[in-house]
């Protein structure tokens, strides 16, 4: 049996509601003879024949009728989903969202956001954030480069400054010139925030350092675990500024913004969800999580 169109399923159930055919195609807003057509034509698509004639009257078979009872009941299964799936797209308290992000981003608005609706946070880097926002597996992402695609929406966030951080058992007093500093550096162990170090290695050609000299001992894919390792003296590092760990045995320099300017977040989504109230509120309390790092 060939699938059945469900404009023609529309004009059944609503001729079945009120057996007459005028009736019907006023509550649909289309012509009579128009209704008759998609009557006749859903007619040929069955077994058998759901209508007859009362006298003048057309009405339904038996099997109509059955017919009527069945599909009614899925429709009206159907307007339950829809209602309900409408309901919780407009009321955040019954939204369920699911946001991606590296796992040091993810942990540090977590525990801030007072979003009345149901988080789900999902640890993942920029590429397949950005895979998942696009297949629709996920519903919002926080990367560091805007995509490169008309099929997502980017609004900025926040902004990483960058320090390099020294333990002072491996070095008392930094020198003040920086060339001077890099030399010493370069001696220094050096812990890595993965490997290549991105923002390390270009902080590194801004002054004129072959990335490749490093003394590097370490690799990790986690600022907190990078601090955690400059804490306990095992090398020297350069880490995002909103790092609240670092301890007080470590000098701290400031990366200059000519040296490398701010890497800039982005909270990214589909341009179907713009309007959608829980978006409107999550963008607003992650504004208030990130108001310090514009």
Request: with cysteine.
């Amino acid at each position: 049996m060939p699938k059945i169109p469900i404009h023609l399923i529309e004009a059944f159930i609503s001729f079945s509601q009120t057996q007459n055919v005028q009736a019907a195609a006023n509550r649909l807003g289309i012509s009579q003879p128009a209704l008759s057509k998609q009557l006749m034509a859903l007619e040929k698509m069955l077994p058998q024949a759901i209508f007859t004639f009362r006298g003048r009257q057309k009405v339904l078979t038996a099997f109509g009728e059955e017919l009527r009872v069945q599909l009614q009941e899925k429709l009206e299964g159907l307007q339950e989903i829809i209602e309900h799936t409408a309901l919780s797209h407009a009321d955040p308290s019954k939204s369920y969202v699911k946001i991606a992000s590296r796992r040091e981003i993810l942990d540090r608005f977590a525990d801030k956001l007072k979003f009345p609706g149901t988080l789900q946070l999902v640890e993942s880097a920029n590429a397949p954030t950005i895979t998942g926002l696009i297949n629709r597996t996920l519903d919002f992402g926080i990367v560091h480069q805007v995509p490169n695609t008309s099929e997502l929406v980017a609004k900025p966030l926040f902004r990483d400054h960058f320090m390099i951080v020294i333990p002072k058992k491996l070095l008392k007093t930094p020198p003040t010139k920086i060339k001077d500093l890099w030399s010493e550096l370069i001696k220094l162990p050096c812990i890595c925030y993965k490997n290549p170090d991105e923002i390390l290695g270009q902080i590194c050609q801004s002054h004129g350092v072959n990335f490749d000299r490093l003394n590097i001992t370490r690799v990790t894919a986690n600022y907190l675990s990078v601090a955690k390792l400059v804490n306990a003296g095992v090398g020297w590092a350069a880490m995002p500024t909103h790092i609240s760990t670092v301890s007080a045995n470590n000098h701290i320099i400031p990366v200059p913004l000519k040296t490398f300017a701010p890497r800039q977040f982005y909270g990214v989504f589909r341009p179907e969800l713009k309007n959608a109230p829980w978006l409107r509120l999550l963008l607003s309390e992650l504004d208030a999580c990130f108001i310090d790092q514009k």
